[in-house]
């Protein structure tokens, strides 16, 4: 099984800043196979990017995916503030696991 | 549009079973294989298996294995997950989610609303 760790645990910034979060895999990755999501207290979580750096659709151009192999960033270019959320990345080889979550707070 | 609608918050005492519903509206509902994913109150998510709602072949996470089923309907497009034994650690929020296919990276999208299921004595 592949292990996702995701860092920081928590990031805290403010408005207008940029975040960034990363996501590193126990063993390589396809690209085509790691997503990002993000939850709200509450809430389901919701699908950001997938296959590494594709937009899910209504999704603004702040947030970003990069990476490859064992490694991958999610970047959020100018935090607003429903952006604070928890953050998962997740990926698919020969089954699908989760990171623990970056949770992103206000500073 | 694509919508996964569950059922209702569940009370169950340790070693019964509990069988949560998602119903699927917005598109063809053979097409997409639907997981689940729990998650522990303050915890992180964890996958728990898929089923093709076509065919209605599964794969459960190891983990689960033995006492976890998904089965489906498709006359109402509706997936089902049985969970029995039920233990403390049982306790989380079941999310239902389509599976958008390989041009879609095997990704989750969309989520039902969740089901709490809270297992005490």
């Known amino acids: 099984e592949i292990v996702l760790t995701q860092s920081p645990g928590t990031l805290s910034l403010s408005p207008g800043e940029r975040a960034t979060l990363s996501c590193r895999a126990s063993?390589?990755?396809?690209?085509?196979?790691l997503a990002w999501y993000q939850q709200k207290p509450g809430q389901a979580p919701r699908l950001l990017i997938y296959?590494?750096?594709s937009r899910a659709t209504g999704i603004p151009d702040r947030f970003s995916g990069s990476g490859s192999g064992t490694d991958f960033t999610l970047t959020i270019s100018r935090l607003e503030p429903e952006d604070f959320a928890v953050y998962y990345c997740?990926?698919?080889?020969?089954?699908?696991?989760f990171g623990q979550g970056t949770k992103v707070e206000i500073e | 549009q694509v919508q996964l609608v569950q059922s209702g918050a569940e009370v169950k005492k340790p070693g019964a079973s509990v069988k949560v519903s998602c119903k699927a509206s917005?598109?063809?509902?053979?097409?997409?294989?639907i997981h689940w994913v729990r998650q522990a109150p303050g915890e992180g998510l964890e996958w728990m298996g898929i089923?093709?709602?076509?065919?209605?072949?599964?794969s459960y996470a190891q983990k689960l294995q033995g006492r976890v089923t998904m089965t489906r309907d498709t006359s109402t497009s509706t997936v089902y997950m049985e969970l029995s034994s039920l233990r403390s650690e049982d306790t989380a929020v079941y999310y239902c989610?389509?599976?958008?296919?390989?041009?879609?990276?095997?990704?989750?999208?969309?989520w039902g609303q969740g089901t709490l299921v809270t297992v005490s004595s």
């Open positions: 997740q990926q698919y080889g020969s089954s699908w696991t």
């Open positions: 063993q390589s990755v396809s690209s085509s196979y």
């Open positions: 296959g590494a750096s």
């Open positions: 089923i093709n709602p076509s065919g209605g072949s599964t």
């Open positions: 917005g598109y063809t509902f053979t097409n997409h294989y």
């Open positions: 989610a389509r599976d958008p296919g390989y041009s879609y990276g095997r990704s989750f999208d969309p």
